[in-house]
DNA sequence: CCGGTTGTTCAGCG
DNA sequence: GCGCTGAACAACCG
């Protein structure tokens, strides 16, 4: 699940924020969810892939990995990881990393980074960039400390948009370039979250998981690229 | 039905 | 203590 998605979740239990925890359930075993009862939710919050339940004294952190997923009110035929109700409604986790931290998230994350956030900084977006000199922009395009919320799917297709190769070394680009990249990966995230509430997404595919380039018709590569390994598609016409 | 994957963490090694 | 590698985990889709 990437970035976008998770804001999605966020604006999904709107309803919930600020409500008391009437009962929970599930098999999670990092955290004592017998402790969450009767406590008031004070607010949902996103940063990058991680989904935030705050609490006044701590806040819960939930990753959704590769298969994770979450339902509102109707749960699925299988038990969840955890299971929250409040007086409207209950939040369902199923196959996430749950972790529990003390104190207020903003002391653990810098939102700068966050693709999806107000505060995300382009300026600071690109000295980051900089520091990866000999590495892929496929890899950088990944990296959580740099492009909180990116993933393979947002990777992939901003690359082909902008048409670059992604086996190209962040030293190739001038900072211009550097600049563009950044920017056109939050503008992909912004449409991969609309695209996705619209039940669109699939169809804006432009290079991931297809067979022929759409541009040209050139057979589209599907490589593990970099560091990661994890699977690059891009058309080695179009993308330089 | 099998292979692949919208992802991360950690053990083990040199 | 580092960088690197591969394993482990997991559920759904085509």
Not at 48 to 61: A, E, N, Q, V
Not at 154 to 170: A, D, G, S, Y
């Amino acid at each position: 699940m990437e970035g976008p998605s998770i804001n999605i979740l966020v604006e999904e239990v709107k309803s919930f924020r600020k409500q008391k925890i009437e009962s929970v359930k599930g098999i999670v075993t990092t955290i004592d969810i017998v402790e969450l009862t009767g406590k008031d939710v004070k607010a949902f919050k996103s940063w990058g892939k991680h989904f935030l339940i705050c609490f006044d004294k701590f806040y819960l952190r939930v990753h959704f990995l590769m298969f994770g997923s979450y339902t509102v009110n109707t749960p699925k035929d299988r038990p969840s990881k955890l299971s929250i109700t409040f007086s409207n409604g209950t939040l369902h986790l199923y196959t996430c990393s749950i972790q529990k931290h003390p104190g207020k998230p903003e002391k653990n994350y810098d939102w700068s980074s966050d693709l999806m956030s107000k505060k995300w900084d382009p300026a600071l977006t690109v000295s980051r960039m900089k520091k990866f000199k000999e590495h892929q922009i496929a890899d950088v395009l990944l990296d959580q400390n740099i492009f909180s919320g990116s993933g393979n799917i947002i990777k992939n297709e901003t690359l082909f948009w902008l048409q670059i190769h992604p086996e190209r070394l962040i030293s190739s680009f001038t900072h211009k370039q550097l600049s563009e990249i950044s920017t056109r990966t939050r503008d992909y995230c912004y449409n991969f979250f609309i695209w996705k509430k619209a039940y669109t997404l699939k169809k804006h595919w432009k290079i991931y998981g297809k067979k022929k380039c759409l541009e040209c018709g050139t057979d589209v590569l599907k490589k593990p690229t970099g560091l990661t390994k994890r699977r690059s598609f891009f058309c080695p016409n179009c993308q330089k």
